[in-house]
């Protein structure tokens, strides 16, 4: 059979070229033209309007689609590049979406526009070609988001938490190797204390909203002259980690650093970590507009889901 042929949005272009070259088989680069007309609407190309490009790279081939859903502004045109790779008959159709955006993923009043549920719904409508389409993504905030996917493309949610293994194993100071991990809420104790060994020291936090404001307190554990690692799925305004933060330094941790998969930072608000005390902030390059913007600033320091997308991608349907 044909190379797999990986296409791309121009945000990610670093990542899948990343992704091609360290895969366990060859991948051919695919070519999207992403023009736009003069009133701002997509005019893009696939294959950059090569004649019989289409044909020869898509059709009877499997086909792979890096996306990045961190910018609510450019979802929209990605969707559009997804349906039409989807009309040509390709054997196979994987989209990879690493962060999936949770933002409004449930209905709590009259009228609201649940997002979340908006966007699964376009991807669960993918016209269908030999079989569904899968979406591939990384630490979903909300994992209701599943059933959202109707019978033309089906979920394949997988975790970061390898890549928190390879972090351990590259910690310079020896006694930081057996850190202890901290959960800020419940809500990421739920999603990752499963994931991680039973003999690690855990803390568990809990998170008391009140207003616009929060307090965090340490319901279980003992940071008491520890590196501590906080391990949550993102960060978007940081409040939370912060909280927690102060309240494991209060408790004598002797370093607290973080492990968010996602780091969303709207509004630049990555810029609130950058005297606050920790030690490391350890995010992937699942949002790249982010990613661009921290890279290089203490206290962060970028870890690639090119190896984790590489492997998943790899698997037979």
Known sequence: MN??????????????????AIGSQQYSIG????????????????????PGYVSTFICERDVVFLASFDSPADIQNQMLVIYELARHEAHSLKIVIPYFPGTMDREDKEGRVVTAMGYMNQLANIPLQRGPAIVITFD???????????????????????????????????????????????GAYKRFAHLISPNMPKILCYKQRCGDSRKVTIVEGNPSEKHVVIVDDLIMAGNTILECRQALALAGAKKVSVFAPHGVFPQESWKKFLDAGFSTIWITDSCPKSTEAITGKKP???????????????LKN
């Open 300 to 314: 962060f320091e970028v870890v690639s889901l090119a190896p984790l997308i590489a492997r998943a991608i790899a």
């Open 31 to 50: 070519k999207i033209s992403w023009n736009t007309f003069p009133d701002g609407s997509l005019d893009a190309i696939i294959g950059e309007g090569n």
């Open 140 to 186: 979903l905030h909300v994992p209701h988001e599943l059933f959202y996917l109707g019978q033309h493309a089906r979920c394949r949610a997988l975790t970061t938490l390898p890549l928190f293994e390879y972090i351990r194993q590259q910690m310079m100071d020896k006694s930081d190797y057996h850190c202890t991990i901290a959960f800020p809420d419940d």
């Open 3 to 20: 190379q797999p042929v990986v296409f791309f949005c121009p945000q990610m272009k670093q990542l899948a070229y990343a992704v091609c």
